[in-house]
């Protein structure tokens, strides 16, 4: 041992680290100002639950690519504590990690390389190996999709918790204090697990690789390191935990597995994608983000890919007994991709990233037969591949720099992808002038995909968006609720084309279909109100609201409308308290601040606090007839306020002649405060002429004009209107006697 440890040379080894550091460095440095792509929408710029360290621990939704990862939570709370949202603090700490995996697979292969057993044979080039096989399996192009796109650390977590497992315990092996390296070992494990569920395997190729390189059997190995391998795979029950968690699903996830996927089905696309990664690994052209979802249509199809596969898992479990070390490498690969390539997944067959550490093994074995056929062809083989990858991945991670970049180069290579081509017209939507793209692209999306549900939705709210072409916008939404009947956006805005068309029952169906499956929706509910009202169903719009405001108690616009709605069937005792709810949610609620400043003068309570609430209203909407006359009201009943009361009805009936009340008002303030009859004459003449039915009205005018021996004519008549109206009007008959009288 003494002699293994003396062929160590640590400077070169951290000369060979520092190259290897500078050269990701190099490759990745234009990657970190990349955007935000795809699932980091939802996971990074949308979602709140990395926000504080504290909520790392909630388990988020089963959608979310950090489900049942608590390392890559932590991860992006970390990140967001040092530089909120900047996209490029994410890319760097990608960098970091990548790095730190790349140095964790160098130490692995340099002491791989020295181990007695092989070191007369790799030693005196183990560092120059290493930094080969750690360079083209950093530079490589496949871990673009790992490193660029930032939500997919979680593969690179993964990947160093990976590396570093492997190195910890094959460092032990040279320590005199091995348990301290075998208990960082664990840890290590134990982390991956928290990371990504592929770090399954873990356990188990490290038990093959003591097994393999070190004990020369299972029973040696575990009897030899008992309390370590108890404690290695005892980290299987953390991960266990965490899938249990989310009821055993990642349905939804890119890459996820789903428990709802077809077995059999989706085993078979897995020889295509297990041969299109092999392919990758040595010519990696073309690179392509998303895949999308596709099935073969039977067993046949698969067969030229399964018989390059299948020759090659054969090939690794022969090779585990009769040449060991070459079955070690090739189980290592195909443990790797055993997740994801047995458990069906619902959104991508073939996912690049998949390979992150699956290209390890591959590599370290093409770098060891090279070697051992030419020693310096093989050095020279790994340099020259480092350099081309690096250019490669240069290259590929302008495609990151924005969402568009990234899928107009999917569509280009995967034109018959419906997501790639509905994700490139989402993208064009936020463009501006480019709907006309995004149309035939989410065109494009339904004809490949007929079921695409979310396809024909955006496909109808850009055509809905052009006055010609609603019929097409109509039939799309009710195709997107065809094939997913819970689609709670889709029913609100079908119902709001129908609404727009006079179709209000139609409308009101889908309305209440939208909020039936989405109880959140607010606008929703609010439309399903209007609706409602429209419909002449008053009772219903208030109980919908009421509905509304159970669901959102904080919601102000729900408060201030159920008020409103209240106030507007007299159910004024009622209405106060949510028109109060409203305000205090929303300080700037002008309707509701108008509104509860009327009911309280209609119920004449709270006077001053009315007044001023109405003065604001006023200062709000100055050309508001209705709250310069309700403001009026207010002064009128504070009993001190005439002539600002006479004030606000005159600007009342200027801003709106035809408001009876208005002239009614102030026609009876001026005459409390000994105005010009005339005006008075004129304003009551107005009222009764704009509002006839009302008797007290035309009560009051007879009264004035009966002063007059010329207008006693018209008085007279006025007074009979208002008998017609009410034969027991108080004074009316009085008033008819002495007009009677007097004509005689």
């Not at 790349?102 to 070191?119: E, I, T």
């Not at 458990?343 to 990233?353: K, L, N, Q, R, Y």
């Not at 309707?591 to 001023?612: H, M």
């Amino acid at each position: 041992m003494n002699g293994f440890l003396q062929t160590v040379s640590l400077p070169r080894s951290i000369l060979a680290a520092v190259v290897l550091v500078g050269a990701i460095a190099a490759a990745y440095f234009n990657s970190l100002h990349g955007a935000f792509v795809w699932d980091d929408i939802p996971t990074i710029v949308d979602s709140t639950s990395f926000e504080h360290l504290a909520s790392v621990l909630n388990r988020p939704a089963a959608v979310n690519t950090t489900s049942g990862r608590p390392l890559v939570s932590l991860s992006l709370a970390i990140n967001y504590a040092l530089g909120g949202r900047n996209p490029v603090g994410f890319h760097i700490f990608n960098v970091l990690v990548h790095m730190a995996a790349a140095l964790a697979l160098f130490g692995f292969v340099r002491r791989l390389a020295l181990l007695p057993r092989w070191a007369g044979r790799f030693g005196p080039h183990a560092t120059g190996l290493a930094l080969g096989v750690a360079a083209v399996w950093a530079l490589h192009p496949l871990q673009t999709q790992a490193v660029a796109y930032v939500i997919q650390r979680a593969e690179s977590l993964m990947g160093l918790c990976y590396f570093l497992t492997l190195w910890l315990f094959l460092r032990s092996v040279e320590s005199p204090r091995p348990g301290l390296w075998r208990m960082l070992a664990v840890v290590a494990c134990a982390l991956g697990m928290t990371a990504k569920e592929v770090m399954v395997s873990a356990p188990v190729v490290v038990l093959l690789f003591d097994r393999t390189f070190l004990a020369g059997s299972f029973r040696r190995a575990v009897a030899s390191k008992r309390l370590f391998y108890g404690a290695l795979f005892g980290t299987w029950l953390i991960l266990f935990w965490l899938v249990v968690s989310l009821g055993g699903n990642r349905d939804g996830s890119t890459g996820g597995f789903s428990a709802h996927a077809a077995w059999v089905p989706y085993w078979l696309t897995q020889f295509p994608a297990i041969a299109t990664y092999l392919k990758l690994t040595f010519f990696p052209h073309p690179l392509i983000f998303q895949y999308g979802a596709f099935w073969l249509p039977n067993a046949a199809a698969a067969l030229p890919a399964a018989l390059v596969v299948v020759p090659l898992l054969g090939l690794a479990v022969v090779a585990l007994f009769r040449w060991p070390a070459i079955g070690f490498f090739g189980f290592w690969f195909f443990s790797i991709l055993a997740v994801t390539s047995l458990v069906p997944g619902t959104v991508d067959m073939i996912v690049e990233h998949r390979m992150y550490v699956a290209l390890a093994p591959l590599w370290i074995l093409v770098a060891a037969g090279l070697y051992q056929w030419r020693q310096r062809l093989a050095l020279l083989v790994l340099g020259t591949a480092a350099l081309a990858f690096a250019a490669v991945t240069v290259a590929r991670n302008r495609d990151y720099r924005s969402e568009l970049s990234l899928w107009t180069d999917n569509v280009a290579k995967r034109p018959d992808n419906a997501l790639s081509r509905y994700n490139l017209a989402v993208t064009l939507l936020r463009e501006p002038g480019r709907a006309a793209e995004a149309q035939a692209q989410f065109e494009a999306a339904v004809k490949l995909a007929p079921d695409f549900g979310a396809a024909h939705y955006n496909l109808a709210c850009v055509l809905a968006q052009q006055p010609d072409q609603v019929d097409r916008a109509i039939a799309h939404y009710e195709e997107a609720i065809r094939i997913t009947p819970g689609y709670a956006q889709a029913h609100n805005n079908l119902a709001v084309l129908l609404h727009q068309r006079g179709q209000l029952e139609q409308a009101c169906r889908h309305f209440q279909a939208a909020v039936q499956c989405d109880p959140a929706n607010r606008v929703a509910w609010l439309n399903l109100v209007q609706v409602l009202e429209e419909l002449a169903r008053s009772d219903d719009a208030i109980d919908a609201c009421a509905a509304l405001v159970r669901t959102h108690p904080d919601f102000a616009n729900g408060q201030a409308k159920l008020g409103i709605l209240l106030a507007t069937r007299q159910r004024l005792v009622e209405a106060i308290p949510h028109l109060e709810a409203a305000l205090r949610l929303d300080p700037a609620q002008s309707a509701a601040r108008f509104c509860l400043g009327t009911v309280l003068v209609q119920r004449g309570e709270r006077l001053p606090e009315a007044t001023a609430l109405l003065e604001e209203a006023v200062r709000q909407r100055p050309d508001s007839a209705s709250a310069h006359f309700n403001l009026g009201t207010a002064y009128l009943a504070s009993g001190n306020h005439l002539q600002d009361a006479i004030a606000q009805f005159t600007a009342a009936v200027q801003l709106d002649p035809q408001f009876a009340d208005a002239h009614f008002n102030l026609a009876s303030a001026l005459e409390m405060a000994g105005g010009n009859r005339t005006d008075v004459i004129a304003h009551y003449r107005a009222a009764a002429t704009l509002q006839p039915e009302v008797a007290d009205t035309h009560f009051r005018l007879a009264r004035l004009l009966a002063a007059d021996p010329q207008t006693r004519p018209e008085a007279h008549a006025e007074v009979v209107k208002t008998l017609a109206l009410d034969p027991a009007f108080l004074g009316a008959q009085d008033l008819l006697g002495q007009l009677d009288a007097a004509e005689k």
